[in-house]
């Protein structure tokens, strides 16, 4: 199943405790709670650019899967990591503490970040 496509910003479950958890200060919280974000999937075979643009930021990875790769964290931080795919619709990386498991499913893309016992869920429809 191909990811390309852009996706916006449906629902979101466990933002604030999420964002709290990974240290985003409380204002950047707050003025990114209510904003909708659209996802930019690139699929080019194993080789992928994932753009999330989420008002006036924007956070782009790049990645091929089963490849160490340099990866922006939620926070903006960038480390390395492989992204492994399960399936042809299921992508899975980890993210020093955060696990990161995006989902396609027909036009819905759901994306799941877990920090210990946090888990923050975002649903994500194709436009």
């Known amino acids: 199943m191909a990811f390309n496509g852009k996706y916006e910003l449906a629902t979101q479950e466990n933002f604030e405790p999420f964002m709290k958890a990974i240290g985003l200060p409380d204002d950047q919280i707050e003025k990114g709670k209510d904003i909708k974000s659209v996802t930019e999937i690139v699929q080019d075979g194993k080789h992928f650019t994932v753009t999330v643009t989420t008002g006036s930021k ?52 759901t994306n799941v970040l877990k920090l210990n016992d946090i888990v923050y869920k975002r649903v994500s429809k194709r436009v």
């Open 58 to 109: 924007v956070l782009r990875n790049e990645f091929t899967i089963g490849q160490e790769a340099e990866l922006h964290t939620p926070t903006g931080d960038k480390i390395k990591s492989v992204v492994n795919m399960e399936g042809d619709n299921k992508l899975i990386v980890h993210l020093n503490a955060i696990t990161s498991t995006t989902e396609l499913s027909g036009d819905t893309l």
